[in-house]
């Protein structure tokens, strides 16, 4: 970890600060800022990447499918399909395809003002890609509906659309587990309130956890 900043600050006081700004951070992203601001796709041959273990979409009555991929690591993985709309109820159907587009697992959230949620769980018994479908059929009473999809167990997000070889496995994030969700690689930037800058390399991160 490097640190950059404007005058001194003891050892201490900066091992305690970083402690406390690690925190700060990680508890936001596993509350308000954990969704991940991604366009959902509509072709399922192009699905888009799980970039975090949370991301949203969006619908406004229309018939709409959304398609979004992640990596299955070999054990259980827990989806949970969350929506809510701002007037009136709809049914939003949720599919696990695999790549050849064949079912694994299907169920339905019934969407409505108060906000609805329903999971499913899946054991696999080999590292795979898997597709998540989201189906909302026309429904002209509905003029807005939000929707958030969350995986957890033994879940990989993708590194994008065109990530190969390294570029994937360098930009890929566990959903779950020891590192929350950061990114693999890359340089995690924190300040705090006195200007005092931060730098940690994420890929020397090996266990992170948020302190009360």
Same mark, same amino acid.
């Given at each position: 970890?490097?640190?950059?900043?404007?005058?001194?600050?003891?050892?201490?006081?900066?091992?305690?600060?970083?402690?406390?700004?690690?925190?700060?951070?990680?508890?936001?992203?596993?509350?308000?800022?954990?969704?991940a601001?991604?366009?959902?796709?509509?072709?399922?041959?192009?699905?888009?990447?799980?970039?975090?273990?949370?991301?949203?979409?969006?619908?406004?009555?229309?018939?709409?499918?959304?398609?979004?991929?992640?990596?299955?690591?070999?054990?259980?993985?827990?989806?949970?399909?969350?929506?809510?709309?701002?007037?009136?109820? *709809? &049914? #939003?159907? @949720?599919?696990?395809?695999? +790549?050849?587009?064949?079912?694994?697992?299907?169920?339905? /959230?019934? $969407?409505?003002?108060?906000?609805?949620?329903?999971?499913?769980?899946?054991?696999?018994?080999?590292?795979?890609?898997?597709?998540?479908?989201?189906?909302?059929?026309?429904?002209?009473?509905?003029?807005?509906?939000?929707?958030?999809?969350?995986?957890?167990?033994a879940?990989?997000?993708?590194?994008?659309?065109?990530?190969?070889?390294?570029?994937a496995?360098?930009?890929?994030?566990?959903?779950?587990?020891?590192?929350?969700?950061?990114?693999?690689?890359? *340089? &995690? #930037?924190? @300040?705090?309130?006195?200007? +005092?800058?931060?730098?940690?390399?994420?890929?020397?991160? /090996?266990? $992170?956890?948020?302190?009360?």
């Amino acid at each position: 970890m490097s640190k950059v900043k404007s005058g001194s600050v003891g050892v201490g006081r900066q091992a305690r600060a970083t402690r406390m700004l690690v925190g700060v951070v990680f508890a936001l992203s596993l509350s308000t800022g954990r969704a991940a601001a991604q366009e959902p796709s509509t072709d399922r041959k192009n699905p888009t990447p799980f970039a975090s273990n949370s991301v949203e979409g969006e619908y406004d009555g229309d018939a709409t499918t959304h398609y979004w991929r992640f990596t299955a690591g070999k054990g259980e993985v827990k989806l949970t399909a969350t929506a809510k709309t701002k007037d009136y109820s *709809t &049914l #939003m159907d @949720v599919e696990l395809l695999d +790549e050849a587009g064949r079912s694994l697992e299907k169920f339905s /959230v019934v $969407a409505n003002a108060s906000g609805r949620s329903e999971s499913r769980a899946r054991t696999f018994v080999r590292r795979q890609p898997v597709i998540v479908k989201v189906f909302m059929r026309e429904d002209r009473d509905i003029k807005h509906l939000k929707y958030e999809l969350e995986l957890a167990g033994a879940v990989e997000a993708d590194g994008g659309a065109g990530a190969t070889g390294g570029q994937a496995a360098a930009a890929q994030t566990t959903a779950t587990g020891d590192r929350m969700c950061l990114p693999a690689s890359g *340089t &995690l #930037m924190l @300040v705090t309130k006195t200007g +005092e800058s931060y730098e940690i390399d994420l890929s020397q991160v /090996v266990k $992170a956890s948020v302190k009360n």
